[in-house]
């Protein structure tokens, strides 16, 4: 009996979620040896030539890590779409958009001048890539940049979503695990905890609290205790994600990012967490109304770190 | 309430939608002329901004 | 003229593609190697609070 086969893509991607595949360590050895892994980039030699080799849906399974923002992207998700039975989305940029994501504060114009032209570092007289560049021997293509970042669901249907930023290899372990013993969930499925990353956390808060004043990380250290850290004024994001890491950065003294995206009975994260960051500040004039504002200098960046593409709003409207 | 609105309008400014279109009036059903007089300012404010652009997913 | 096409470049971190192009004799006469993948952290990290760096770096 052939071993089901699996192909691992990087889209626009950092790398985190692959070295996140092999530090499931020796559980990978297990799942190596049940399955046929017939595309992985980072680790093994197959092209995207190989790839248009297949039959359609003759691939079990295919992972994609990255968000889709130029079209080559876009046209190898796509084409895995097609040569794929199902489709799992790992790591936040594929479930939601991501880090990169937060690019859709600015139109691709923008961001091509920006890097190619006016950095510190660019050199003079450089020029943005062009899609298409003519040499004495043949045409050079390069894909185009696209103004927008589009998380894996927005470009083709998904099944499955492991988040995290990097996803935490044991959710990794256990989706691959379910899939080789063929006891996946029926799709749409995200592979997380049930509850909330507070539930996960070993801090301590005072039963009902008030902050007085949101500090950042720029001025002010979490203090050297086991007090919940939205408690001391931080902008812990813990109680608007889903547990599954094991709330690892605030055993690490630091605030919650909200890697693991938003859990599913929200709507649009941010504004769930306006209600909270509201809810727990005592201001009621105006001038405290905006002190409140000056605390939290960049609320898109802070709410949406990991899912400005998914989110209701989604990017900063172009100006006409 | 008002620190949601803040919050909410800082927001729609950070990501290009003008903060003027969101505005909380308290109204209540016996305030008749207060409310026709909020709703035609709000209207003419809203003429003036033009057409709310939201963001457009483009390739 | 023969065109050898390496795509995707494989085994490193990141994407790569290298374009070769080969003489009458099957010598190698050009080679081009083009990085086909930008996220612009260069550009959309800017105006953020310096803490953010340090959390949005990393993820390059």
Known sequence: MSRPKV???WAASCGGCD????????????IAAAVDIVFWPIAMDFKYADLEKFADREIDLTIINGAVRNSEQEHIVKLLRRKSKVVAALGACAVSGGIP?????????????????????????SQ?????????????????????????????DVEYFIP???PPPSLIAKALELFVAGELPPPPAFVVGDKSVCDECPRERTGKFEVKQWKRLATHQPEQSNKCLLEQGFLCLGPATPSGCG?????????????????????????????????????????????????????????????????????????? | MWRRMSLLRKMMEQLGI??????????SASEGEKFANEVRDFVEKLKSLGPLKMYEPSR | MKRITIDPVTRLEGHGKIEIFLDENGDVKTAFFQVPELRGFEKFCQGRPVEELARLMPRI
């Open chain 1, 247 to 320: 709330a690892l950065c605030p055993k690490a003294n630091m605030p919650c990012e909200g890697c693991m995206g938003k859990s599913q009975d929200v709507v649009d994260r941010g504004a769930k967490f306006i209600s909270t960051i509201a809810s727990l500040y005592p201001a009621k004039t105006e001038e405290e109304i905006k002190k409140m504002l000056d605390e939290i200098p960049d609320l898109v960046g802070t709410l949406y770190r990991f899912d400005l593409p998914s989110s209701v709003l989604r990017g900063k409207v172009k100006k006409s």
């Open chain 1, 19 to 30: 070295t996140k595949i092999l530090d499931t360590d020796e559980k990978l050895l297990d």
């Open chain 1, 164 to 166: 995290g930023c990097p």
């Open chain 1, 101 to 125: 994501g937060l690019a859709n504060q600015f139109t691709a114009d923008e961001m091509l001048d920006y890097i190619y032209r006016k950095t510190l570092t660019t050199e003079p007289n």
């Open chain 2, 18 to 27: 003008e903060p003027e279109r969101l505005r909380v009036v308290w109204v």
């Open chain 1, 7 to 9: 192909a691992i893509y």
């Open chain 1, 128 to 156: 943005p890539p062009k899609t298409e560049t003519e040499t004495e021997d043949g045409v050079l293509t390069l894909p185009k940049f696209y103004n927008t970042v589009f998380s894996l669901p927005q470009v083709i």
